[in-house]
């Protein structure tokens, strides 16, 4: 146990002994004192007074402050605290002491500080702190233009907590300022990415180039046919038509890490947006997108930065531009003698005739199927029944009687008279 003789004081308290006790010894002046403790000229013979008298007066122990062991005056009472903890256990559990402190002055009006929290949390056992173990990696400085380079990938989580259905986040995050963008899907594949990126070019522009990873949705991983290999070409997966189309670059990360700004979006997100989706009670993807198109607007509001540069590189779509018949999947089929076109296991009818041997078949993010050639959109309808193929009818054929020949063996057999066997021979018994 400690005796009354140990003062306990911080190295700045010690710090401050040491000069005081120069100025009492007289080697240092009052205006060198405040200089080496960093007060200004006005707080000289304010505290350097101050504290020279108290240390005449109690000795070391005079320098330390006053409130030391004391409760601060603006302490909260001890029942909000224990209400507090209630609101944590109750509704709140999980919850960062950060995202807790948000959700107490929105949802229940109590304005208290996240430190102030994450201490009492930490008290109650309700909270632990963790420390994080960093691996170093080579940091990328931001792109400086607003439109410069976007951040796109799909999250697959339970967000619904087992409320609903599972679903997938199709989420994109600009690399220069943070904004983001995303929507709920059922799946992560080619028709839900052109639909998230048909929503974000439609609030700001085409970028100038899209950081994807490797999944099959964004890159294909057919081998180059003979024609490809001919004219140097590599095969592209629909997205990546797409985007060639739009004129959007595209640059596929060879590892997670490398596109780490979206990675750390997810783990946000995953953290925050399930809990707020909780305390709203919602079920399904349908409330999920509601919510979350609020929910980016105050994301965007709260933690966006602005760009290096001021120059928006966002290309606005042009007036007439059929953006729908880009993003899109687009697949060559062939035009039968009939005018008839097979896919996806069906059969449709083009009313429309035309001189060609091939068309291309859409398949469009709001469920549209169009089939074209050359840009423009043939009339068709689907065959609901195959048409039965009638079987020949087989020619009626005459039988000809059968007469034995003569070395048969009924012709000589002896009990068969000759008048017998020509009875049978007419009733056709032979």
């Known amino acids: 146990m400690a005796g009354k003789d140990i003062i306990m004081a911080t190295q700045e308290e010690l710090k401050r002994l040491h000069v005081v006790q120069k100025v009492l010894e007289g080697s240092l002046k009052q205006i060198e004192a405040a200089e080496i403790l960093w007060l200004s000229g006005r707080q000289v013979s304010r505290i350097v007074s101050r504290i020279v008298k108290r240390v005449k007066r109690e000795g070391d122990r005079g320098i330390i402050h006053r409130s030391r062991g004391k409760p601060s005056n603006r302490r909260l009472p001890d029942e909000t605290k224990e209400m507090v903890i209630g609101f944590y256990r109750q509704k709140y559990k999980d919850f960062g002491p950060t995202l807790f402190s948000e959700k107490l002055l929105e949802l229940d009006g109590l304005k208290i500080s996240d430190e102030t929290l994450r201490n009492w949390l930490i008290e109650d056992g309700a909270w632990v702190k963790g420390r994080k173990n960093r691996i170093h990696r080579q940091w990328r400085e931001r792109k400086g233009h607003f439109g410069e380079m976007l951040q796109m990938d799909g999250s697959h989580h339970d967000w619904l907590e087992g409320r609903g259905p599972k679903i997938v986040l199709m989420g994109c995050i600009d690399d220069a300022t943070s904004n983001i963008f995303g929507r709920f899907y059922e799946y992560e594949g080619t028709i839900p990415a052109m639909d998230s990126f048909k929503g974000y070019t439609g609030l700001y522009g085409i970028p100038s180039s ?11 991983n057919a081998r180059p046919t003979i024609e490809d290999d001919l004219n140097g070409r590599c095969p592209l997966s629909q997205f990546e038509r797409a985007m060639k189309e739009l004129g959007a670059r595209v640059i596929h990360a060879l590892s997670p890490q490398a596109k780490g700004r979206i990675e ?7 953290d925050r947006l399930v809990k707020e989706m909780r305390l709203k009670g919602i079920n399904t993807m349908d409330e999920a997108n509601r919510f979350l198109k609020g929910y980016i607007k105050r994301h965007n509001k709260r933690f966006s930065i602005e760009a290096a540069e001021k120059e928006d590189l966002h290309r606005p779509l042009p007036k007439d531009f059929d953006l729908d018949g880009v993003l899109c999947v687009k697949t060559k089929r062939a035009l039968r003698n009939d005018f008839t076109v097979a896919h996806d296991r069906k059969l449709y009818q083009v009313t429309h005739p035309v ?3 091939d068309v291309v078949v859409q398949e469009r993010p709001d469920g549209r199927m169009l089939i ?12 609901q029944t195959k048409p039965q193929k009638e079987k020949p009818l087989k020619p009626f054929k005459i039988k000809k009687k059968y007469i034995p020949p003569k070395n ?10 000759k008048q017998d066997i020509s009875t049978l021979a ?5």
């Not at 048969?408 to 008279?417: D, E, F, N, Y």
């Not at 007419?426 to 032979?430: A, C, I, S, V």
Request: hydrophobic share 25%; with cysteine.
């Open 408 to 417: 048969h063996p009924w012709r000589k057999c002896p009990v068969l008279q």
């Open 355 to 357: 001189n060609t041997k």
């Open 372 to 383: 074209t050639h050359n840009g423009r959109a043939l009339g068709f309808k689907e065959i």
């Open 264 to 270: 750390r979006l997810f783990k946000t997100l995953q």
């Open 426 to 430: 007419k009733t056709g018994h032979f």
């Open 210 to 220: 899209i950081y994807i990873d490797r999944h099959t949705t964004y890159k294909s």
